[in-house]
């Protein structure tokens, strides 16, 4: 009989593929229903067409771990946890699946000596392949001595890691481009990691960031071997590329012109826009709305809950403008000769509604719907009215 080398190929390529299958069943603890409806949420996330979740599966089944090395500088650690205190069942074991994370300060049971040798190790290893994957701001004043781990400056030890990294990936919105600590004065000189290397990095903003958007970012260069396209600020595009307003559960409240004016209020408490209370979705681009956190369904993001998105994805928005100013309407911008939402004199004026309602794509009859609501909700005194003069 001829043996069918094709034929035992496969056999063998399957039954290689069954072990791989059931192994991965068994380190992250979940049924294969469970597993492929993980892969195929993570691919839709990274908006790859349908059928591409047999890619992702295959690719994190596989043996073939990326090592990442993990550098914290000035931060609150909040990506960290954000990561693994996800309450999805798995997310903290996929993402220890899906990379191998070799160096990780606040993870590590090393201290000291050790985790300088760790580090050193690591880098080693894995000279030219590692992922580098940086968490927080690095300052650069007095050549960066406000910052220093082991006697080195955030600025060497980054530069030291870069060098001999595949990637490098910039976490939460203090590595990409300052965040908190760069916020005015910035008495540190706080920098992204882009800014401190002279050259892009993937970004993952936010503070602290979507875990799904960095799993996500990992799972894309398992499957493809590379890292995915990103914008001008190198934010991967399948999770920063819709404002958020534009997904936002309230946006019909904007387009109408309903719009909470104080917290706690009638409007806040029905749920109205949070455009004059400062929320910054009209200016910010991240996927918060449709992605949500925490695993705990529905309105589970910022503006779920009641407050204003502050920007914190967007460079010169979160941590730069104040909490209750208002946005830019970056896509509907209004043409000069509209009057603004609130006139100086601290008057909320009905034509000025009107006209955000109607840029904003509101239907014939929004306005006088508008001016029907505003009527009956905002119609409060002065002193009310007083309290967003400043939101201009
Ligand atoms: Fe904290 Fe990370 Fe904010 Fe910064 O997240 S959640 S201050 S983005 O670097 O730890
Ligand atoms: Fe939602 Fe904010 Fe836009 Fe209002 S302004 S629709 S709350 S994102
Ligand atoms: Fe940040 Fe706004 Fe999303 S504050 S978490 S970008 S809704």
Redesign the pocket.
């Given at each position: 009989m001829r043996f069918d080398l094709r034929k035992g190929g496969q056999d063998m390529s399957e039954a290689i593929f069954d072990l791989e299958r059931q192994a991965v069943e068994k380190r992250l603890d979940m049924s294969r229903r469970e597993f492929l409806q993980f892969c195929a949420a993570l691919a839709a996330t990274m908006g790859l067409p349908a059928g591409a979740e047999a890619a992702v599966a295959k690719a994190v089944e596989s043996a073939r771990r990326p090592s990442v090395i993990w550098l914290h500088f000035s931060?609150?650690?909040?990506?960290?946890?954000?990561l693994l205190r996800a309450e999805h069942p798995t997310i903290e074991k996929l993402i220890l699946d899906v990379i191998s994370l070799d160096y990780h300060e606040t993870l590590m049971a090393a201290a000291g000596r050790q985790a300088e040798e760790a580090r050193k190790a690591a880098m080693k290893a894995s000279k030219g392949k590692y992922i580098l994957v940086v968490?927080?701001?690095i300052p650069v004043k007095d050549n960066g001595i406000y910052c220093k781990i082991g006697g080195h400056t955030a600025i060497d030890l980054v530069k030291e890691a870069a060098a001999d990294a595949a990637a490098v990936i910039a976490?939460?919105?203090?590595?990409s481009w300052g965040?908190?600590?760069s916020t005015d004065p910035n008495p540190t000189l706080a920098q992204g990691v882009a800014d401190v290397l002279g050259r892009p990095v993937v970004t993952i903003?936010?503070?602290?960031?979507n875990p799904y958007n960095f799993l996500a970012t990992a799972v894309h260069f398992l499957t493809f071997g590379k890292l995915p396209e990103v914008d001008g600020l190198g934010r991967p595009k399948f999770a920063y590329s819709r404002l958020v307003h534009d997904n936002c559960e309230r946006r019909a409240h904007f387009d109408a012109g309903r719009f909470a004016l104080e917290f706690g209020d009638e409007g806040h408490r029905k749920g109205y826009c949070l455009y004059k209370l400062g929320c910054k979705g009209p200016e910010t681009y991240a996927n918060c709305p449709t992605q949500l956190f925490g695993d705990a369904g529905a309105g589970t993001w910022p503006v779920g809950c009641g407050h204003p998105c502050i920007g914190?994805t967007e460079k010169g928005v979160g941590f730069q403008k104040p909490i209750h100013m208002v946005a830019k309407l970056k896509n509907v911008e209004p043409p000069v000769s509209y009057p603004k939402v609130v006139e100086e004199q601290g008057k909320t004026s009905f034509a000025a509604m009107a006209a955000v309602a109607a840029i904003a794509g509101a239907a014939a009859g929004g306005a006088a719907m508008l001016a029907k609501n505003l009527g009956r909700e905002h119609g409060g005194g002065q002193d009310q009215r007083n309290k967003h003069d400043g939101a201009q």
């Open positions: 931060e609150c650690t909040g990506c960290s946890e954000s968490e927080g701001a976490i939460g919105s203090c590595a965040g908190m600590p903003p936010g503070c602290p960031p914190c």
